[in-house]
């Protein structure tokens, strides 16, 4: 679990821990330091803390001495028992007995800067597990957060009068900033109306500036944009039902991929995969560039 989500609740958990403490301010400072503990200020302007899962919290007391010597001793749970020796040592802690790397179990005990005696435990498979998580966290998510699996695209002749009129007829509110074509054109923009977001596109249709990408000859229509977690796969599933490709499926500049369909119906679908979690300032270069080559 993250820290984010709700500690568990059962009869018998181990749920709090108060440490002795001769200097508050200096033992949250090692804590944090050394382990990642979340430090946060209670409404009576004490400290407490939550563990890196938020599954034990606790407090820092002074009105008790310190266990110099370990009776009950506690543990805390890391990937990397060396590293994590270190990470006490730059704190401030000292280590009271050391890690033996030929023990089939990776464990020490350290003393924190008011004199506890604590554990740290290597958990096996930890260190994997967390790099796994770390990597799947810094992915983008393959759907934009913001975004329905289904959204409808709008294909208008004035972008920037179609969003003032959702303004003023439907309270709609832009979301992000609008990315436009070299001639001015909008290519993407973004309004929400409730709960709902609608994209927009600028078809300039005949005698105006240099169309979108997304033109459909003039005439204002809707295509139904679609985000997906494995945006090839569905690709081939549609092109075996019988759609028919508009614009191959490609890589673009933006940081997604995709393509666009007219089903049998003739309504026409854009599939995408978000490949890369972009800034409005690299889109642009991105775009400059793109232009430039074309």
Not at 48 to 69: I, K, N, Q
Not at 115 to 133: D, F, K, M, R, T
């Amino acid at each position: 679990m993250s820290a984010s989500d709700p500690p568990t609740l059962a009869t018998g958990k181990i749920c709090y821990l108060e440490i002795p403490a001769t200097d508050i301010d200096r033992s949250v400072d090692f804590y944090r330091r050394a382990f990642g503990w979340h430090i946060r200020r209670r409404d009576d302007g004490s400290v407490a803390f939550d563990d890196t899962v938020g599954e034990v919290s606790g407090t820092w007391v002074l009105d008790r001495p310190p266990s110099a010597e370990p009776g009950l001793l506690v543990y805390v749970m890391v990937a990397d028992a060396a590293a994590a020796v270190e990470g006490v040592l730059g704190a401030g802690g000292e280590i009271v007995v050391p890690v033996d790397p030929a023990s089939r179990e990776q464990f020490a005990t350290f003393r924190d800067p008011a004199g506890n005696v604590l554990g740290i435990y290597q958990q096996p498979g930890l260190a994997e597990a967390e790099g796994e998580a770390s990597a799947a966290a810094a992915r983008p998510s393959p759907i934009p957060e913001h975004l329905h699996r289904v959204t409808p695209r709008l294909v208008v002749n004035d972008g920037a009068a179609a969003i003032e009129f959702y303004r003023q007829a439907f309270g709609a509110e832009e979301v992000g900033e609008r990315f436009a074509g070299p001639g001015g054109e909008i290519i993407h923009a973004e309004v929400r109306i409730g709960d709902c977001v609608i994209a927009l596109t600028d078809d300039a249709g005949d005698g105006g500036p240099a169309r979108s990408p997304h033109s459909l000859d003039g005439f204002a229509t809707s295509i139904m944009s679609t985000y997906w977690e494995d945006v090839d796969a569905v690709w081939e599933r549609a092109l075996e039902a019988g759609a028919e490709v508009i614009y191959p499926l490609a890589d673009h500049f933006y940081g997604e991929r995709g393509g666009r369909l007219r089903d049998p119906f003739g309504q026409q679908w854009m599939l995408s995969q978000r490949l890369e979690d972009l800034t409005s300032e690299e889109i642009v270069r991105r775009a400059q560039m793109a232009f430039a080559d074309s």
